[in-house]
């Protein structure tokens, strides 16, 4: 089976392109490739697959095999991946309000609907940035979902024994936790990540996010992705917290996000409610992975 490894800002997914190849264990397969020492090494594994109401479809599975609704990264990779190989004739170009438009487009199904993404490529063809249409953010408490008779979930206090935290609940077409602290170097992400992922609050687990507010139009954050532990980065994360933001009255509708991996930036814009989110997308290589191992 051939793949290409590919991340966003280090979010590093194993990416299958299923146009040429059929994977039929997934989830088994996720669990194999994604292992650091064992395997090929990601956050989890992305098929790029036909689609009979898009330009393609991706299916997002984690590293412990868990199927995820929504990759922000990972979307800005397979669209990447979808213009390069020659998947699908791009379309016009997209335009982002508020900001300069994206020559070429392309319309991906997602576990969140069908999203529009725009390309800027180099003399050289190869995609250097994309922007995805990221759609409305879901804030009602039972749409996340949320396990709270609350309409919408602000700075709301959440019981992490020997921890006083409150929290910004948001979906992204994936449920996400924010907390806002003052030295997010200080947060023991190993330790409270999973206890609030695996929290009875959240019946399809969480997303969580830590974020540093430096200035009104920028933020730092750090991320315990569900299914995947930490990583370098999490485009829904990103978008969530720029919600959570505004939500709270911290900064305001654009603003750029600083994870490990690097820079998105973000518009949660007031015409249409939705948010929109640029960045890169890298190829990193090519392979093949022996079929007797999944």
């Known amino acids: 089976m051939k793949f290409t490894k590919m991340h966003g800002l280090g979010n590093d997914y194993i990416y299958v392109d299923c146009f040429s190849e059929i994977v039929e264990q997934p989830e088994r397969l ?31 599975f984690n590293a412990d095999g868990s199927k995820a609704e929504m990759c922000g990264n990972g979307l800005r990779c397979v669209a990447k991946y979808t213009y390069e190989h020659r998947l699908a004739a791009p379309g016009e170009s997209f335009a982002v309000p508020g900001q300069a438009a994206f020559p070429i487009s392309l319309n991906i199904e997602t576990g969140n609907g069908i999203l529009t993404v725009g390309l800027l490529h180099d003399d050289n063809d190869i995609v250097q940035q994309v922007c995805v249409n990221m759609g409305q953010p879901v804030l009602t408490a039972g749409d996340i979902p949320v396990n709270l008779t609350c309409e919408r979930v602000v700075e709301y206090p959440i019981d992490i024994p020997g921890y006083e935290l409150n929290m910004t609940c948001v979906s992204m077409g994936n449920p996400h936790a924010v907390f806002f602290c003052d030295h997010i170097e200080q947060i023991e992400l190993e330790k409270i990540g999973p206890v609030i992922e695996h929290h009875p609050l959240f019946p399809h687990r969480v997303n969580v996010h830590f974020v540093q507010i430096n200035t009104p139009d920028e933020f730092t954050m750090r991320t315990w992705e569900r299914g995947s532990g930490i990583t370098l980065a999490c485009g829904t994360g990103a978008c969530a917290c720029c919600v959570a933001s505004v939500l709270t009255g911290r900064q305001g509708h654009v603003c ?8 998105l930036n973000l518009n949660w814009c007031q015409q249409d409610n939705c948010v929109y989110m640029t960045g890169p997308a890298t190829e990193v290589f090519q392979g093949t992975w022996p079929d007797q191992q999944f």
Do not use: Y
Request: charged content about 25%; hydrophobic content about 40%; cysteine-free.
């Open 30 to 60: 996720a669990r194999i490739i994604s292992d650091r020492h064992f395997g090929v090494g990601g956050d989890g594994l992305i098929l790029i697959e036909p689609s009979e109401i898009s330009d393609v479809k991706m299916q997002i």
């Open 256 to 263: 750029t996000a600083h994870l490990p991996g690097g820079d």
